[in-house]
């Protein structure tokens, strides 16, 4: 049995802080492209990325994501 990633809450966690994606990017260093392809579900973050995203908006790297049993 493992997981995969299934929806993102990206957006859902920002809104709780009160933050942008515009901000998350300006903390973080990643693009305002890249944040916005992650939190409209276009790409899923590699492990490092979602760390770091965790880390700048206060949350752990499970609350970024929807997970789906599979197997």
Do not use: H
Not at 5 to 13: I, T
Not at 19 to 46: C, F, H, P
Request: with cysteine; net charge positive; aromatic share 8%.
């Amino acid at each position: 049995m493992g997981y995969k990633p299934g929806r993102c809450l990206l957006k859902q966690r920002l809104r709780e802080i009160g933050k942008t994606q515009q901000w998350l990017s300006e903390v973080t260093g990643l693009s305002k492209a890249q944040i916005s392809d992650y939190a409209n579900n276009r790409k899923v973050m590699k492990l490092s990325t979602a760390k770091t995203i965790a880390t700048a908006i206060g949350c752990n790297i499970d609350d970024l994501y929807e997970f789906i049993k599979v197997g």
